[in-house]
């Protein structure tokens, strides 16, 4: 069973930091590009950032741009999204996602949402003006 449990939300003031974390079981983690989206109220599910099977490649919105950073851990099945400069826009449920095939390489078809097939449960970003 596949299961992503994400951790490290909560309320911040503008200009704070958070880091989120996204623990993965039951699939060998490192065959996996890993990204995370986010939904704000009333809007629909966006990409926020993504990363290759190994780390070495990254990709980015660029409403985040400069301001977050995706990282990941292989030896602990775990991705890590830390988030400096925190704005009110980014308000949101954030999500971690498996893509949905083993060994792709990272590009562009890894910002649209139906390239993932397991999600974890959410946790909420609130950042205070």
């Known amino acids: 069973q596949v299961q992503l449990v994400e951790s490290g939300g909560g309320l911040v003031q503008a200009g704070g930091s958070l880091r989120l974390s996204c623990e993965v079981s039951?699939?060998?983690?490192?065959?996996?590009?890993m990204g995370w989206f986010r939904q704000g109220p009333g809007k629909e599910r966006e990409f926020v950032a993504a990363?290759?099977?190994?780390?070495?490649?990254?990709r980015y919105a660029d409403s985040v741009k400069g301001r977050f950073t995706i990282s990941r851990n292989n030896a602990k099945n775990t991705v890590y999204l830390q988030m400096n400069t925190l704005k009110p826009e980014d308000t949101a449920v954030y999500y971690c996602?498996?893509?949905?095939?083993?060994?792709?390489?990272?590009?562009?078809?890894?910002?649209?949402?139906?390239?993932?097939?397991?999600w974890g449960q959410g946790t909420q970003v609130t950042v205070s003006s």
């Open positions: 039951g699939r060998t983690f490192s065959m996996f590009v």
């Open positions: 990363i290759s099977r190994s780390g070495g490649m990254r």
């Open positions: 996602a498996l893509d949905r095939e083993a060994g792709r390489v990272l590009s562009d078809i890894h910002s649209r949402p139906e390239n993932y097939d397991y």
